[in-house]
């Protein structure tokens, strides 16, 4: 199988002219902070639905010298993760790590690392539902027209709406934010605890979904305001008096699981690698 | 127990990847040959093929031995593969009124010119279980069937060709579709289809989207959620020529090879559209292979998108971009990757909106009776 990856297929799968296309529409994405360029997606050999958006993105940047760390909630070991790092190596000569800051490249699945990213890294972000609209209007047609006059009264309507029937706002993952004071953009499944990571951040951060054909991206610097009102602030995620069982930590996100034996709730960081790394900090403190 | 995140990934997922291939082969003692598949599974190979967006009968037999012999997970072993190939030519347009047709009806009238010809149908099979099959000797049963037929192999059968039954009636001014423009037309593998959608784009999209979607969809219209109920004007199955430019001089074509479609052309009512005409309006379906339904289901719902209405398959949104199998299937079979972080983040919301209930709950009580309960 890998033998037939590297005779049969070009380097990093892709044909030239398809990366060469998915490069112009990121760069487009670029230049309009939270704009969904559409593009001409194409079927990858995992599952359409499973990453394919990444890992177009990733497949057309990625190149010899580059070091990629692959993610799924935060875990490097997670199984369509491993999946996609091992696809990504079998047709590429780049090296991997499951280390936030060796990587040049991190494609994930709804987390963002807790180290911030440098300006000299990419984050890749597998996304399913591009349109943050889609919670108020089913027709593209519709939504590109709002997006177009900037009319987001329904969406806010939805979120007063809320606040009105449950008390608060009640989006968990994938909370609509707006980028650079213009365009409403879904930061893909991301936990509310990650969404302030990209706010004026140094890194870039490039949203890929593959069946829906659009790629859109928060360029470093970029302001983005999670939609809240002000008597009705932007809440993330509660994890008061709850430490990482492994590293201690309390100023991550943290998986909630329950003890296989005891049956007992217990914590521990969603993201491994950098947990890891706390640990080993810890260890050769002591 | 908890939903724990598994470790070891990478060991698991090479140990499932053998499993699979165990269970393809452990009960039995042959492996099945492609050639077998391609030649002898026809229509799961048509099915493939049309809904993979690639004509390769061989690469499509190889898919589904692969998919054990899942429809869908073969045509998208075929989308991916085929998503990987260069362009290098593009076909000139194919011509069905000159198929060598090996099956054509017409339900609209008794008799067609040139005759209504059965050819390889199910139509009239009394659907009982054939347990012979389950001895089968190759030689036997195809020697029984040619003295049937009284069929010489070795003789060459004349090529049949067939004036279109729909050009029958454009001839008498009694069909209003417009008339055929000569466009480059949507490549819906280089662009993203974009809404409203051009005609051929639709067509596109329907002639690769999976029969058992556009099935239904269609069966919805006929049966009342829709308008379009036409009459199959004719049906033909059979062997179309494909040819590309010569490269080196344009108007000289070169002959690549032929292809097997099934061509429908149904007749709707000129009521179904507002437009002052009276004349019939004709719906068009065209498929790889012999996928009679796929093309019937497919004329139904282009016309039915042509006309205005609050039905689902009126909704060009709502019928194109479900119908896809290797879309749908992706992203329905995705809820099964780990969506922990996701359940945390709405654990989380919902325990504040109970926190939030319980408080006015409780505020509510305190103010009807004036106290505290």
Redesign the interface.
């Known amino acids: 199988m890998d033998f037939q990856l590297l005779q049969t ?2 380097y990093a ?3 030239e ?1 398809s990366k060469r296309e998915i490069r112009r529409a990121a760069l487009k994405a670029v230049a309009i902070p939270g704009y969904q360029v ?8 995992i ?4 990453g ?1 958006g990444g890992l177009q993105l990733t497949l057309s940047l990625i190149g010899d010298g580059d070091c990629l760390k692959v993610i ?4 490097d ?7 996609i790092k ?1 696809l990504v190596q079998t047709c590429t000569r780049i090296t991997t790590t499951t280390d936030s800051e060796q990587a040049t490249i991190i494609q994930t ?3 963002i690392p807790e180290v911030p990213l440098r300006k000299d890294q990419i984050l890749v972000l597998q996304v ?1 539902e591009p349109e943050p609209l889609r919670r108020v209007e ?4 519709e939504t590109k027209r709002l997006h177009a006059e900037m009319d987001y009264s329904s969406i806010w309507l939805r979120l007063y709406e809320d606040i009105v029937r ?3 706002i ?5 909370y609509p934010a707006m980028a650079n004071h213009r365009y409403i953009f879904n930061p893909s ?5 990650d969404l302030p990571k990209l706010n004026r951040a140094a890194g870039l951060y490039l949203f890929g979904a593959g ?1 829906e ?2 790629i859109y991206a928060i360029p470093p610097y970029t302001d983005v305001t999670p939609l809240a009102f002000e008597d009705y602030p932007f ?1 993330t ?2 994890f008061e008096g709850c430490a990482c069982r492994l590293c201690g930590s309390r100023d991550t ?1 943290l ?6 034996r005891t049956g007992e709730k217990v914590y521990q960081c ?1 993201d491994t690698g950098n947990c890891r790394k706390r640990q080993e900090g810890r260890h050769s403190d002591e | 127990m908890g939903y724990v995140a598994v470790t070891g990934g990478q060991a698991a997922i090479e140990t499932a990847n053998s499993l699979t291939q165990w269970y393809r082969l452990k009960d039995s003692d042959r492996s099945l040959k492609v050639e077998d598949i391609e030649h002898q599974m026809r229509q799961l190979i048509n099915r493939v093929m049309g809904e993979g967006g690639l004509y390769a009968p061989e690469y499509a037999a190889i898919a589904v031995k692969q998919a054990e012999g899942d429809p869908a997970e073969a045509a998208f072993l075929l989308r991916a593969y085929r998503s990987t190939l260069a362009r290098n030519y593009y076909s000139e347009t194919i011509k069905p009124e000159k198929m060598r047709v090996i099956r054509r009806i017409s339900s609209s009238f008794k008799d067609i010119p040139g005759g209504q010809i059965l050819g390889p149908t199910y139509d009239y099979t009394h659907r009982l279980l054939n347990f012979d099959l389950r001895d089968e000797d190759h030689r036997d049963a195809l020697n029984q069937i040619l003295d049937r037929l009284s069929i010489d192999p070795k003789h060459k059968s004349e090529k049949l060709t067939f004036q279109k039954v729909t050009d029958l009636l454009r001839a008498q001014g009694l069909v209003g579709n417009p008339d055929p423009q000569e466009q480059e037309p949507f490549d819906m593998t280089r662009q993203k289809l974009t809404f409203p959608a051009s005609r051929s784009a639709r067509l596109q999209a329907l002639s690769r989207g999976e029969t058992g979607a556009m099935t239904a969809l269609a069966y919805s219209s006929l049966r009342g959620y829709g308008a379009v109920h036409p009459t199959i004007g004719e049906l033909r199955v059979g062997y179309a020529e494909v040819a590309i430019a010569y490269p080196y001089d344009e108007k000289e074509s070169l002959y690549i090879g032929e292809m097997m479609l099934t061509e429908v052309e149904t007749i709707n009512s000129f009521t179904l559209n507002d437009d002052g005409a009276i004349t019939f309006r004709l719906g068009y379906g065209l498929v790889f292979g012999q996928n009679e339904t796929k093309a019937i289901a497919m004329a139904i719902l282009e016309q039915s998108l042509e006309t205005k209405g609050k039905s689902p398959t009126q909704d060009e949104e709502f019928v194109l971009l479900h119908i896809d199998s290797v879309e749908a299937n992706g992203f329905v079979s995705h809820l099964k990757l780990p969506h922990y972080i996701t359940f945390q983040s709405k654990l989380d919301v919902l325990r504040q909106s109970q926190k939030i209930s319980v408080e006015k709950k409780k505020n509510e009580t305190r103010d009807f009776k004036g106290q505290e309960v």
Do not use: C, M
């Not at chain 1, 799924?72 to 875990?75: A, E, S």
């Not at chain 1, 009640?170 to 994938?174: A, R, V």
């Open positions: 297929y070009n799968f892709l044909d002219g559409p593009f001409a997606s194409r079927e990858l050999p599952g359409r639905g499973w394919t799924d909630q935060g875990h070991d997670s199984v369509n993760a491993v999946s091992k699945r709804h987390r399913p089913p027709r593209e047609k449950w008390g608060k009640t989006i968990g993952p994938d499944p991301i936990p509310r605890f069946r054909k659009k809440e995620e509660h996100f998986d909630e699981i329950y003890d296989e969603s």
